[in-house]
T-cell receptor, first 116, second 115 residues
Framework: AQKVTQAQTEISVVEKEDVTLDCVYE???????LFWYKQPPSGELVFLIR??????QNEISGRYSWNFQKSTSSFNFTITASQVVDSAVYFC?????????????FGGGTRLMVKP | DSGVTQTPKHLITATGQRVTLRCSPR?????VYWYQQSLDQGLQFLIH???????AKGNILERFSAQQFPDLHSELNLSSLELGDSALYFC??????????????FGQGTRLTVV
């Protein structure tokens, strides 16, 4: 069975600090996909990134970067020079290719508060 | 804007009642997923439809049902509502039959409050 754990339930930083959100996953499949979503106070879920299990290259998009390590089953998300607008709940999610439903299994989320 | 439209945005109803939540997927997307977000259960998958056919069920109660119509919009029906059904219900769509093939884009959700 697939499982996603986000051990940090809440993180508070001061603007311009770097912050890393941890995500650890469990799956028996060799082919799977990992995602990060952002849920701002307005409530919608905003897609940030998708990564497949065969691509361990780290990715950078502006102030966002992701570190995928299969050896530790982790897919961590770093925000550099955080801004108040980054305040949101961030969800890591997993989808197994062999799961008939191929639905997303979400972690519990990490609430990030960026203070000015 | 994700392109996924959910109506209504807010719904308040009494216990025992029945409600219908509506979702219009992004143009061209054939897959529609329903998720429930509650404080105690987090974000949970309910059901998946692809091009009108049910593909998979998650932790969906028997009191809940869904369908996807020929124009690809989907409806989630919740009946005999209980206080514990109060939650944010999300619809997501993707182009592929499977989530892995493409990222799923989420609507803004329908916040259901059962009183």
């Amino acid at each position: 069975a697939q499982k996603v754990t986000q051990a940090q339930t809440e993180i508070s930083v001061v603007e311009k600090e770097d912050v890393t959100l941890d995500c650890v996953y469990e799956t028996r499949d060799t082919t799977y996909y990992l995602f990060w979503y952002k849920q701002p106070p307005s409530g919608e879920l905003v897609f940030l990134i998708r990564r497949n299990s065969f691509d361990e290259q780290n990715e950078i998009s502006g102030r966002y970067s992701w570190n995928f390590q299969k050896s530790t089953s982790s897919f961590n998300f770093t925000i550099t020079a955080s801004q108040v607008v980054d305040s949101a709940v961030y969800f890591c999610a997993l989808s197994e290719a062999n799961n008939a439903g191929n639905m997303l299994t979400f972690g519990g989320g990490t609430r990030l508060m960026v203070k000015p | 804007d994700s392109g996924v439209t959910q109506t209504p945005k807010h719904l308040i109803t009494a216990t025992g009642q029945r409600v219908t939540l509506r979702c219009s997927p992004r143009s061209g997307d054939l897959s529609v997923y329903w998720y429930q977000q509650s404080l105690d259960q987090g974000l949970q998958f309910l059901i998946h439809y692809y091009n009108g056919e049910e593909r998979a069920k998650g932790n969906i109660l028997e009191r809940f049902s869904a369908q996807q119509f020929p124009d690809l919009h989907s409806e989630l029906n919740l009946s005999s509502l209980e206080l514990g059904d109060s939650a944010l219900y999300f619809c997501a769509s993707s182009a592929a039959r499977t989530t892995g093939g493409n990222e799923a884009f989420f609507g803004q959700g329908t916040r259901l409050t059962v009183v």
